[in-house]
C-alpha cells in the first residue's frame, strides 16, 4: 500500500504552482499514471458527484442517436405492447404530438450564459485580479470560478493559474477550492496531479469528505497506487454506504491489474448492500475474462449471469456484445452466440429453444397472493381510500361467487377513447367477453348507475346480464378491489385495465415479490389495444416466455437493452442474445 510517506516526494511540484508563478506541468515521469487499457478510459466515467443515482438502474438514458422506434414487425407480430421497451417514450411522443408540441432531443438546457468570461488559457495574477475586480460577486469569486473551469471542462492549467492568484492574494487556498481542483484535475485525468493532491489534503487536513474520497477513488483507480483506493473506500465506509461508482471504480482497477480475488470481494460485498453494479462494472467482467480461462473464472461468470437474473438486469448492447465475445472466448470453441428476436410462442429464432413461461409457478403464485393480499389490500393506504366496511362487503361479495376469469376496471375501459357514450364502450367489450363464455366481474362506481348522458340505464342493465358487477362508493380506488378479486379467482384469472400498477408494485415489501408482480401483471393484464365504436376489438397478445436472462443445459437467453431505446422500468427489452453449446 501507498502511503502518504510515499507520496511525499512530489509535494514540491504542485506545491511550486503556490509559490511561484504558472510552473509548466512537470508531466508524469515519476508517478506514472499509465497503467490501463485504452479501453479502461473509455469505459470508467468520471463521476463528479459521491452520490449518483443508485436505482436508475432500470431507467436506462442513452443520449446519443435520436431514437427510431418504428415497431419491430415480423414473426414477433405488433411488438408495441404496454411493456414493450420504447412504449412510454413513445406514448409521450404522441401526447406531445397531439398537443402540437414536438419532442425534441434530450439535450440538456443551454447552460445559462455566464456574466463574468471564463479564460481559455493561464490568466497572470494581474489579469486575475482585473477579472475579479469585473465580476458581480467578489466574496466567492474564486469558487464560482472554479466552479465555472469544472462544468465547462477546462484546462487544468487554467485553474492553476487561478490557485496561484488565490496564494498570492490570501496566503492560502482553502478546503473548498481544492476540492473542486481536485474534481477538474479527475475529470481531466490529470493523474499525477491527483496524486500530489491527495499528498496536499492528507497533510493539511485531518479528515476528508466522503466527496473527495470518491475522487480520490476515481483518480488513484487509474494509477499503479490503485490499490490506495481500496483504502479510501474504507474510510467512506465509516462514513457512509460507498456508491456503485466508488466500487466500480477500484473493480475495474483490479480486473486490468489481473487482481480478481480483490474485484469479487468487492462484488460481493456490493451485493451484500444490494447495490446494483454499474454498467461498466459488470463489463469490465467480461472484457477482462478473455484474459483467464479457468473454470474458477467461468463459474463467476455465471454468477454474475445469475444476479442479472435475479435482480431483473438487461445489459445494454455494450455490455451484450461483451458476454457474447467472452463465451466464444471459451477454450474449446464450443459456443455459439447471435442476436435473435423470440416468436409468439416463446420460440429462440435462431436455436429454436422455448423460453421460460411467463406464467407464474403454484409456489410462485401463492407467495404472490399472499403478498398482495397483506401489503397492496390491506396496506394502510388504502384504507384511506375506502372503508374497512366496504372492503368487507366486496370480500364477502367474491368469496360468495364462483372464480372468475376477467376482471374488468370499467372506468378504465370506458375511457379509453373519448369518442363515443361511455357505457357503450363498456358495453361492447363486456359482451365481446361474454360470447367467449368467460365468467366476467366488472368494478365500476355508484355514479355509473345514476343514468346520465354518458351513462345509459339501458346499457347498464344487459352489462349486468352479462357480467357479476361490483358498484363501490364513487370516492373509492378501484386498483385495489381489482387486484384482491383476480388474485381470490386464482392463477387463470386475468383482469383488464390499462393501469400500471406502478404504485402496487412499490407497495410489495422485497425485490423477489416485485419482480413476480411484474411477472404476475405481464402474463394476466389484458390491455384492448385497439377500439373503434362499431367495429372489431383487439387486445394486446399477452406473450407466452418470461423476458428475463436465462438458461437450460446448453443455452443462454439473454435480453439486452437496445442503443438508442429509452426503456422505462415497467418495459421489457424485445432483442435477445442466443448462446448455444454445440458438444
Ligand atoms: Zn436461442
Avoid at 459521491?50 to 411488438?79: C, F, I, L, M, W
Wanted: aromatic share 8%.
Amino acid at each position: 500500500m501507498m502511503s502518504a510517506q510515499s507520496l511525499r516526494g512530489v509535494v514540491p511540484r504542485l506545491q511550486r504552482v503556490f509559490g511561484s508563478l504558472l510552473p509548466p506541468h512537470q508531466g508524469a515521469a515519476r508517478l506514472s499514471p499509465c497503467c490501463v487499457g485504452p479501453e479502461l478510459c473509455i469505459a470508467s466515467k468520471v463521476s463528479m458527484s459521491t452520490e449518483r443515482n443508485q436505482n436508475d438502474g432500470s431507467k436506462r438514458k442513452v443520449s446519443t442517436a435520436k431514437p427510431e422506434r418504428t415497431a419491430h414487425r415480423g414473426n414477433t407480430g405488433s411488438s408495441f405492447s404496454l411493456f414493450t421497451a420504447g412504449a412510454a417514450r413513445k406514448r409521450a411522443e404522441f401526447t406531445k404530438g397531439q398537443m402540437g408540441d414536438t419532442l425534441g432531443d434530450d439535450a440538456p438546457a443551454v447552460t445559462k450564459v455566464s456574466k463574468t468570461a471564463i479564460p481559455i488559457k493561464p490568466l497572470s495574477i494581474d489579469e486575475w485580479k482585473k477579472l475579479k475586480a469585473e465580476g458581480y460577486n467578489k466574496t466567492r469569486f474564486e469558487v464560482s470560478m472554479m466552479e465555472k473551469l469544472l462544468s465547462t471542462r477546462a484546462d487544468v492549467d487554467v485553474a492553476k493559474s487561478l490557485l496561484v492568484f488565490v496564494t498570492m492574494e490570501t496566503g492560502t487556498v482553502e478546503y473548498e477550492l481544492l476540492l473542486k481542483y481536485l474534481a477538474l484535475c479527475v475529470q481531466k485525468q490529470q493523474l499525477s496531479e491527483v496524486l500530489d493532491l491527495y499528498v496536499i489534503l492528507n497533510s493539511r487536513f485531518k479528515v476528508l469528505d466522503v466527496g473527495a474520497y470518491s475522487l480520490f477513488i476515481s483518480g488513484f483507480s487509474k494509477t499503479d497506487h490503485w490499490r490506495q483506493a481500496v483504502m479510501f473506500l474504507d474510510s467512506i465506509k465509516k462514513m457512509i454506504t460507498p456508491s456503485p461508482r466508488n466500487y466500480g471504480d477500484i473493480i475495474i482497477s483490479a480486473l486490468w491489474h489481473k487482481e480478481v480475488e480483490t474485484a469479487w470481494r468487492l462484488f460481493k460485498e456490493m451485493e451484500g448492500k444490494n447495490l446494483k453494479p454499474n454498467e461498466d462494472t459488470l463489463l469490465a467482467f467480461f472484457d477482462c475474462g478473455k484474459s483467464f480461462c479457468d473454470d474458477q473464472y467461468e463459474n463467476k461468470m455465471m454468477y454474475i449471469l445469475s444476479y442479472l437474473r435475479d435482480n431483473q438486469i438487461y445489459p445494454g448492447e455494450q455490455l451484450m456484445h461483451s458476454i457474447h465475445s467472452w463465451f466464444e472466448s471459451i477454450p474449446g470453441n464450443s459456443w455459439e452466440g447471435h442476436v435473435t428476436t423470440i416468436l409468439h410462442s416463446g420460440e429462440c429464432q435462431v436455436c429454436n429453444t422455448v423460453l421460460e413461461s411467463i406464467q407464474l409457478s403454484e409456489e410462485e403464485y401463492n407467495l404472490l397472493r399472499k403478498h398482495v393480499m397483506n401489503d397492496i389490500i390491506q396496506g394502510t393506504d388504502v384504507f384511506k381510500k375506502t372503508t374497512p366496511q366496504e372492503l368487507q362487503h366486496f370480500q364477502t361479495f367474491v368469496q360468495n361467487r364462483l372464480p372468475f376469469d376477467v376482471v374488468i376496471d370499467g372506468l378504465n375501459v370506458a375511457n379509453i377513447t373519448a369518442k363515443g357514450n361511455q357505457s357503450r364502450i363498456l358495453l361492447d367489450v363486456v359482451s365481446h367477453l361474454a360470447r367467449q363464455n368467460l365468467r366476467l366481474l366488472v368494478l365500476g362506481r355508484k355514479h355509473m348507475l345514476r343514468g346520465t348522458a354518458s351513462w345509459n340505464k339501458g346499457h347498464m342493465a344487459v352489462i349486468q346480464k352479462c357480467a357479476d358487477c361490483f358498484f363501490t362508493e364513487n370516492i373509492s380506488e378501484d386498483d385495489p378491489f381489482l387486484l384482491y378479486a383476480t388474485m381470490h379467482s386464482g392463477n387463470h384469472c386475468k383482469f383488464l385495465s390499462r393501469d400500471l400498477m406502478r404504485d402496487h408494485k412499490a407497495c410489495l415489501s422485497d425485490k423477489n415479490t416485485r419482480r413476480l408482480f411484474f411477472k404476475w401483471q405481464r402474463g394476466h393484464q389484458l390491455v384492448l389495444s385497439r377500439y373503434n365504436p362499431g367495429h372489431k376489438m383487439k387486445f394486446e397478445i399477452i406473450p407466452k416466455y418470461d423476458t428475463i436472462v436465462q438458461t437450460t443445459n446448453n443455452t443462454w437467453h439473454i435480453p439486452y437493452d437496445e442503443e438508442g431505446v429509452e426503456r422505462c422500468s415497467y418495459e421489457i427489452p424485445r432483442k435477445w442474445l442466443c448462446l448455444q453449446r454445440h458438444n
